[in-house]
């Protein structure tokens, strides 16, 4: 199954750990990570600027959980489908690279809860689907 992070999820994982870092994990494990340059650029720009992260440990990191991920393209085509239109991008990640969920703790992007067959969830949603076996 391929999975988009939006970039919240990632922030937290790297910075506070927890259940956003479990999801990250299992997804590592279990299913394809999808992403795109505007995802990894909202990382590296927060974890700088909020929590003062040099640049090589964050593409440490993300290296580590990207190594086996998929990255696509998008242009921005994607539009109206969140309520805050910058994270338009997100859906436009997902279905770009065929993804069926993305995870997310963004209240903009968990109120669509489905748009073309993906689905929003939350990284404890993500964690506790039945089929999917926990780290």
């Not at 090589?56 to 990191?61: A, K």
């Not at 959980?65 to 998008?74: D, Q």
Request: net charge negative; glycine share 4%.
């Amino acid at each position: 199954m391929v999975v988009v992070f939006d970039s919240g999820v990632w922030i937290s994982a790297f910075q506070f750990a927890g259940i956003p870092l479990a999801a990250l994990k299992s997804a590592f494990v279990y299913d394809q990570i999808a992403y795109c340059d505007q995802i990894l650029a909202e990382i590296r720009a927060v974890l700088a600027r909020k929590f003062s992260w040099q640049d090589e440990e964050v593409r440490s990191l993300l290296e580590e959980y990207l190594s086996a991920g998929t990255r696509v393209e998008i242009n921005g085509s994607l539009h109206g489908i969140c309520r805050d239109r910058k994270d338009d991008f997100i859906f436009e990640c997902a279905t770009s690279a065929n993804a069926e969920i993305i995870v997310s703790g963004d209240r903009d992007l968990l109120i669509v809860r489905n748009c073309q067959n993906i689905r929003v969830l939350t990284p404890r949603q993500y964690l506790d689907r039945e089929q999917f076996p926990r780290l």
